[in-house]
């Protein structure tokens, strides 16, 4: 509940989950060693990736709001968004919820609304990792924080994979944290965002946005390589024709200067990795191209090939907004 600009349980008995996400088994583990009973609703195109016992509603409609207030004591349960394919509307928010409806965000708010996941932190190579939960209203990410904490990702952090693997194992003790406060009471104060201050990152979607630029500064490139290496196919380019996914790069400056003519060509083979210049002073040393049967083709390359990548190819990852995630 919200009362006097502070947000808490008089007695907190049920969290319900909205959505799926891929750690809910954990979430659930840790709301069973506190007594709290769990719930999991979703939407059919989420259905399938529930291991937990779910309820599915298409919309938000009159269903679903007599399932809620049939099943549910609204002032003892906390309804958590878990990426949740729906619209809250701020009818079902204030009179439904009754305002008890809450999202966890990966990055600091307001200047990382939205989503594409650990990508865009590692193309603008932010390095603080921020754990965080706001309340939600209608906007996106607009909602009054409640409860954040700050860290510095480790510097073995370098690819989504890893950035991700730390966060969840933080996330967790985070997640405990929060919902023990308000097992015992714990009164969060509203903190509202500097909307002023705001920055929206569109989702992502690796075959249409991971088209590399070899026009780009070498560690724009470095980045942008990295920020769709694993769990993702990798970053895009063509070399000798064929379309391929670069992954395992590493920015490298001990060669001679280049010239931006260079930018994209191998300059040396070296047996298990390829020397490839940019525009600039650097130039990447890179261990896997793969090709579309995701076979690493590093020994086929030789050395005067170039990568590319076509002004079409370049044009729509920009113009194009996705509606999935990365």
Known sequence: MINNSYFYFDKLKSIVFLGYADYLPELNKINDNLS?????????????????????????????????????NI????????????????????NLFKNNLVNFHGSRLPIDAGGGGFSWKI??????????????DEGIDTGPILFSKNMIFPSSCKIPKDFEDFYKINFFQF????????????KYQLKYQNLSLRRYNPRLNTKVNGWID??????????????????YEGASSYVSKKKVYIKSVHLHGGEINNHPFFSGLIIRHEKKWIVVATGDENCLLIEKVLDERNKNIILDLKEGDRFYTTYEKLSKSRSLRQLTRL
């Open 123 to 136: 193309m603008r190579n932010d390095r603080i990792a921020c754990f965080l939960v706001h309340l939600i």
């Open 36 to 72: 709290i009973n769990t719930n999991v609703i979703s939407s059919p195109s989420l259905k399938k990736k529930i291991k937990l016992k779910s309820k599915i509603f298409k919309n938000l409609d009159a269903e679903f709001n007599n399932y809620i207030k049939k099943n549910f």
């Open 175 to 186: 997640y405990k944290e929060f919902i023990t406060g308000l097992l015992r009471s714990k």
């Open 214 to 231: 070899w026009k780009e500064k070498s560690v724009d490139i470095y980045n942008f390589i990295n920020a769709f290496d694993d769990p």
């Open 75 to 94: 002032s003892q349960t906390l309804f958590v968004s878990l990426g949740a394919r729906w619209i809250f509307k701020n009818q079902l928010i204030t």
